[in-house]
């Protein structure tokens, strides 16, 4: 089976700034994560491969330092990883985005199936997932929880959404969009680290994976953001508290004195 | 860990890279270097799981990686429960073949990244989640005789719940006790002291002037003191409590570590 995951970095702060001008994120200068719903992602290719046998890509599109998320990715067991990174690409929306993924995915050949997490934290559209299904004319199904079977034909996944689950059996090949119920997602062993820090990762530029440069880009996007600006602050700092509940208790109560509450 | 104390061999705490260093072979490099002027001082190397959260490297897979030595006497592991079963099981693997005993069995903090053991992970169906006390029992039943494990106190928790919940670490197997920092004498310890007399407990010194930190770490506001000597409060921990060991957390390794051959007298 050869699976390609789509991973996005993203920034790592709630404090997310808008540039006035472009309406884009700013990112120059914000510590840079991958984004944690593809971590359900990379982590169900991973265990996909391994019991089934085949190929874990990595795919992300974004500027040269978005070469840190695809050796995150390789880390974790990915076997190769692949970046699209070109001034051509900047300004992409999810339309934009989705077509120059679904093009490098064609690139890649053979594909069965598109891994992708159900959004991304930034721009919080989970559109991208299905825009390269829609550009690929493949079939797909978002919000996956359970990969309940895979054959050499067909793969059944269970959906969640707000009333309850669907599942859903589609022959391959297939683009998925995966949510934080589907499994647990591993971290990088030092030994993985290591290795990823000597491979390399090819760059592929808009001729290599032959886009209509009509189509990338800003010129490219037909979203038209009108305004933008980040949700108020609540001024409130969130901390989940885990244990038992006596434990929790005491865990809250200590909060509580450091903030000098009680 | 008796011995510890009568031998007069520090504990010394050693953070392991943080998984997103930007320059890891540098920070391994020093890792090592500090993991090996301990093991040579005669200490023992205490080396932290992920601390308040952060996404670091194992303290087993780098002593596997690098093929540090092992002394039995002179490494101890730190093991919270936010780690998937799996990592559990090759962490405990690698400490159990590479001969490292000591573990200090904590809670932890979790993150986004950091998955929390499960009931069912450690066959434990009927617990609410996965506390130091559970994990605690899984090592001594699943790893007898392999690991001596010991536990945390902190007596800036309330008192009554703190001195329940290491009742039950005792019962579940620790053989040892590391206090939270102190800033000289603690009733609260005091009395942990007279409580359990036949447990080994090892006091720990905050060698870090910063105390903002400290208040974050215990979870308890200390208040600020400019003229804090980490050295000095040391000295005073020795004379207060002469029949502890001591821990020693954010121990300066440039300006601190060749203090310590004259400080436990």
């Given amino acids: 089976m050869k699976i390609v995951i789509c991973l996005k970095q993203v920034p790592a702060t709630n404090d997310t700034k808008i540039d006035p001008e472009t309406k884009r994120i700013i990112r120059e200068g914000v510590k840079a994560i991958l984004n944690p719903f593809d971590t359900y992602a990379v982590e169900e290719a991973i265990q996909l491969r391994d019991k089934f046998g085949g190929e874990v890509i990595a795919l992300s599109m974004g500027p040269p330092k978005a070469e840190e998320i695809l050796k995150e990715a390789l880390a974790l067991g990915v076997d190769r990883a692949i970046l699209l990174s070109d001034r051509a690409f900047g300004g992409s929306d999810t339309w934009a985005t989705s077509y120059a993924l679904a093009k490098a995915i064609k690139k890649i050949s053979d594909v069965d199936l598109v891994i ?6 930034d721009g919080d559209t989970a559109q991208v997932g299905p825009g390269i299904a829609a550009h690929l004319g493949w079939s797909q199904a978002t919000y996956v929880m359970a990969i309940e079977e895979v054959s050499s034909f067909f793969i059944r996944v269970k959906r969640m959404h707000e009333d309850g689950y669907d599942i859903c059996e589609m022959p391959f090949p297939v683009v998925i969009t995966v949510v934080k119920d589907i499994n647990i997602p591993r971290v990088p062993t030092l030994k993985g680290r290591l290795a990823s820090l000597k491979k390399e990762i090819p760059i592929w530029k808009p001729k290599d994976i032959k886009v209509d440069k009509s189509k990338i880009g800003l010129d490219g996007s037909p979203t038209r953001v009108v305004k933008i ?30 903030r000098n509450i009680i | 860990m008796l011995h510890h104390i009568r031998n007069r061999t520090y504990l010394v705490e050693v953070l392991p890279p943080k998984q997103d260093s930007e320059n890891l072979e540098a920070d391994l490099e020093k890792f090592s270097h500090r993991y090996l002027r301990v093991i040579n001082s005669g200490y023992c190397v205490c080396i932290t799981d992920n601390t308040m959260g952060h996404l670091s490297f194992q303290g087993s897979e780098i002593i596997e990686e690098f093929e540090l030595p092992v002394l039995p006497e002179q490494v101890m592991i730190h093991l919270n429960t936010f780690h998937r079963k799996d990592d559990l099981d090759n962490i405990l693997n690698t400490c159990k073949y590479k001969g490292i005993k000591y573990l200090l069995v904590v809670t932890g903090d979790g993150s986004i990244r950091l998955p929390k053991l499960r009931p069912v992970d450690l066959d434990f169906a009927d617990a609410d989640s996965i506390t130091s006390v559970e994990l605690l029992k899984y090592l001594n039943s699943e790893y007898a005789g392999i690991f001596v494990t010991g536990v945390a106190f902190n007596p800036y928790e309330p008192e009554e719940h703190e001195f329940e919940k290491m009742d ?4 579940a ?12 004498r603690n009733k609260v310890i005091d009395k942990l002291l007279k409580k359990y007399p036949e447990i080994p407990v090892f006091v720990e010194a905050w060698m870090s002037k910063n105390l903002t930190l400290l208040s974050e770490a215990i979870g308890y506001e200390l208040p600020e003191r400019k003229d804090f000597d980490p050295i000095a409060n040391l000295k005073m921990l020795h004379k207060l409590y002469p029949g502890c060991g001591v821990y020693l957390s954010l121990l300066k390794f440039k300006t601190q570590y060749d203090l310590l051959k004259d400080t436990w007298i």
Avoid: M, V, W
């Fill in chain 2, 168 to 171: 039950r670490k005792i019962k």
């Fill in chain 2, 173 to 184: 197997g620790a053989k040892f006790i590391i206090t939270q920092p102190l800033l000289g």
């Fill in chain 1, 116 to 121: 992708c997490g159900k959004q991304a934290i």
């Fill in chain 1, 229 to 258: 600006e980040p949700p108020k602050p609540r001024h409130i700092n969130t901390k989940k508290i885990e244990g038992s509940a006596p434990e929790c208790a005491r865990s809250l109560l200590r909060e509580l004195r450091l």
